[in-house]
Structure formats: C-alpha cells, structure tokens
C-alpha cells in the first residue's frame, strides 16, 4: 500500500526551529518527486518545497527560503524538512506528497493538484 506519513511537528516558540519527516512506504520514493505543503485555519494549502526525483533540485516558497532546508535520506526512504528560525507565519498542518514529473516541483501551487498520495499531516504551531 503506497502510503506517506508525516511526523516532527509541534508547538515551538518563535525563532525556534523542527525537523519533518516524511516517510514513505509501498514504493521506491527515489523514483518520485516528494514535496511540503502546508495548510493554516481558513486559507488555502499552499506550497512549501519540494525535491526532485533523480538530481534531487530543491525548490522552496520565497517565504521559507533561506530558513527551510529539504533533503532526502535514500535509504530510510524520508524526505526531511529542516524548518529554522520559524514565526507564527509558519503555523499550520504540514503535508507532504510524490508527483512524477520533475517540472511539478519547480511551481508546487499551481501543479498542486498532480501531488498525490497525501499524508494526514503533521500540526506545526509557532508561539510564544
């Protein structure tokens, strides 16, 4: 069964930093793009990051950049994603999800819809 499951959320004072993790089970995820969306109270789920199949691009929401880092640990079969120097901003479910073509990533919001595979999520909350 093909399966993604979040886990590594929290409650975290502002500055604070959590790593994500996204395991995944019933495939090869080194053959799938793997990407981070995040939905808050009342708004859309939009994109985060995401990480390409093969060359392992990453591409990142110019919100979170230079403050999240995704990566991919091959033999555990878990795409990770460092979040540091977190604001309330950042507050949300946090959900990842494989799509097959490397061009998906490279605009997560508007190919949201060709992610699949989608996990429960995992809370991530940013207070103080």
């Known amino acids: 069964q093909v399966q993604l499951v979040e886990s590594g959320g929290g409650l975290v004072q502002p500055g604070g930093s959590l790593r994500l993790s996204c395991a995944a089970s019933?495939?090869?995820?080194?053959?799938?793009?793997i990407g981070w969306f995040r939905q808050a109270p009342g708004k859309e789920r939009e994109g985060v990051s995401c990480i390409t199949k093969n060359d392992g691009t990453t591409y990142y929401a110019d919100s979170v950049k230079g403050r999240f880092t995704i990566s991919r640990d091959s033999a555990k079969g878990t795409v990770y994603l460092q979040m540091n120097n977190l604001t309330p901003e950042d507050t949300g479910k946090y959900y990842c999800?494989?799509?097959?073509?490397?061009?998906?990533?490279?605009?997560?919001?508007?190919?949201?819809?060709?992610?699949?595979?989608w996990g429960q999520g995992t809370q991530v909350t940013v207070s103080s």
């Open positions: 999800a494989r799509a097959f073509r490397p061009s998906e990533c490279a605009d997560l919001n508007r190919n949201r819809n060709m992610f699949g595979s």
């Open positions: 019933g495939f090869n995820s080194d053959l799938w793009n």
